[in-house]
Nanobody, 124 residues
Framework: EVQLVESGGGLVQPGGSLRLSCVGS????????MVWAHQAPGKGLEWISA????????GYADSVKGRFTISRDNAKNTLYLQMNNLKTEDTGRYYC?????????????????WGQGTLVTVSS
């Protein structure tokens, strides 16, 4: 059974930083592309960043480009999202998910491949 567990969320002031983690189990982590998505309060899921499995090619939404960095440690089955210069609009729940292939797309994976999320609140 695929399991993804996110952590690292919390309350931070505008301009601050957080590092999110996502630990995967129940599948061969190194073989699949991974994605982070953001759900603002009352809104739908938004694709924000993804990373391929093998060559670590990354992609970012315009809203986070230059501020967020996605990375992965296949030896630890862990996906990361370094979030810098946080803005109030970054508030929400962050989810990680696995794609069914080694390469990501800008389309979110199907339900069933998602963790439970970690909550980020950016407020002064």
């Amino acid at each position: 059974e695929v399991q993804l567990v996110e952590s690292g969320g919390g309350l931070v002031q505008p301009g601050g930083s957080l590092r999110l983690s996502c630990v995967g189990s129940g599948f061969t982590f190194s073989k699949f592309a991974m994605v982070w998505a953001h759900q603002a309060p009352g809104k739908g899921l938004e694709w924000i960043s993804a990373i391929n499995s093998g060559d670590s090619t990354t992609g970012y939404a315009d809203s986070v480009k230059g501020r967020f960095t996605i990375s992965r440690d296949n030896a630890k089955n862990t996906l990361y999202l370094q979030m810098n210069n946080l803005k109030t609009e970054d508030t929400g729940r962050y989810y990680c998910a696995k794609y069914s292939s080694p390469r990501f797309s800008r389309v979110l994976p199907v339900p069933g491949s998602w963790g439970q999320g970690t909550l980020v609140t950016v407020s002064s």
